[in-house]
T-cell receptor, first 112, second 114 residues
Framework: DAEITQSPRHKITETGRQVTLACHQTWNHNNMFWYRQDLGHGLRLIHYSYGVQDTNKGEVSDGYSVSRSNTEDLPLTLESAASSQTSVYFC???????????FGPGTRLTVL | QKEVEQNSGPLSVPEGAIASLNCTYSDRGSQSFFWYRQYSGKSPELIMFIYSNGDKEDGRFTAQLNKASQYVSLLIRDSQPSDSATYLCAVNWDSGGSNYKLTFGKGTLLTVNP
C-alpha cells in the first residue's frame, strides 16, 4: 500500500545544531508539504513543493529549508535549531495542489 | 494568508446526539473544502471533502457547504465516544498562477460523553 512516512518520530536536540527531518511518500504525488503544529496555532505551512527541483516558502519558513531531488522525498532542515522550533512536524502530500492532502505520522522535535 | 475560523471548543455532546461543527472562511474564490479528524497524538486524517453547495453525506457524517455565506459545517449523527477528537476544517485558495494551497483552521475539540 502507498504511504507517507516520517523519521525520526521523536528527536531531542540542542540549540544551534542542524537537524534534518525526513519525509518519504510512495503515492507518487508531485505535491509535498511541511507543517508545524503548536497549541493555539493549528497547522502552519513551513515549505512546500509542487515537483522535483521546486520549493516554496510557506507562512513560517524562517530558519527552515527544504530541497526536492526526487518525487518521493522532501527533507526539512533546521539550519540552527532554536527553542522556538520545538513542535510537532507533519509532512503531507497530495496528487493535486489545493486538494486532499495525506499526512505522515509526525515528528515530535524538542530543542533544548 | 487566507483565514479559516473554527470555534476551538471544547464541544461536548452526549453519546447518540448530533454534533455540529462549524467553519467560516475568508476567500470567496475557494473551491474545495475538507474535514479532517485528529486524535490526540496522531496525524490528521481525511473524513470527507465537499466542492458543491449543499449537503454531502457519508455514513454518519454530513458536510454542508454554503459558498454565499462562506460557511462549511460537519454534522456527526449518532455520536460515539470514538468520535472524540479535534476536527480540522481546511479550505483551498489560489495563491497565484493557479497554485492552490490549503489553509487549515485551528480545529474544534469534540468530546462525546458516554
Amino acid at each position: 500500500d502507498a504511504e507517507i512516512t516520517q523519521s525520526p518520530r521523536h528527536k531531542i536536540t540542542e540549540t544551534g545544531r542542524q537537524v534534518t527531518l525526513a519525509c518519504h511518500q510512495t503515492w507518487n504525488h508531485n505535491n509535498m508539504f511541511w507543517y508545524r503544529q503548536d497549541l493555539g496555532h493549528g497547522l502552519r505551512l513551513i515549505h512546500y513543493s509542487y515537483g522535483v527541483q521546486d520549493t516554496n516558502k510557506g507562512e513560517v519558513s524562517d530558519g527552515y529549508s527544504v530541497s526536492r531531488s526526487n518525487t518521493e522525498d522532501l527533507p526539512l532542515t533546521l539550519e540552527s535549531a532554536a527553542s522556538s522550533q520545538t513542535s510537532v512536524y507533519f509532512c503531507a502530500s497530495s496528487r493535486l495542489a489545493g486538494y486532499t492532502q495525506y499526512f505522515g505520522p509526525g515528528t515530535r522535535l524538542t530543542v533544548l | 494568508q487566507k483565514e479559516v475560523e473554527q470555534n476551538s471548543g471544547p464541544l461536548s455532546v452526549p453519546e447518540g446526539a448530533i454534533a455540529s461543527l462549524n467553519c467560516t472562511y475568508s476567500d470567496r474564490g475557494s473551491q474545495s473544502f475538507f474535514w479532517y479528524r485528529q486524535y490526540s497524538g496522531k496525524s490528521p486524517e481525511l473524513i470527507m471533502f465537499i466542492y458543491s453547495n449543499g449537503d454531502k453525506e457519508d455514513g454518519r457524517f454530513t458536510a454542508q457547504l454554503n459558498k454565499a455565506s462562506q460557511y462549511v459545517s460537519l454534522l456527526i449523527r449518532d455520536s460515539q465516544p470514538s468520535d472524540s477528537a479535534t476536527y480540522l476544517c481546511a479550505v483551498n485558495w489560489d495563491s497565484g498562477g493557479s497554485n492552490y494551497k490549503l489553509t487549515f483552521g485551528k480545529g474544534t475539540l469534540l468530546t462525546v460523553n458516554p
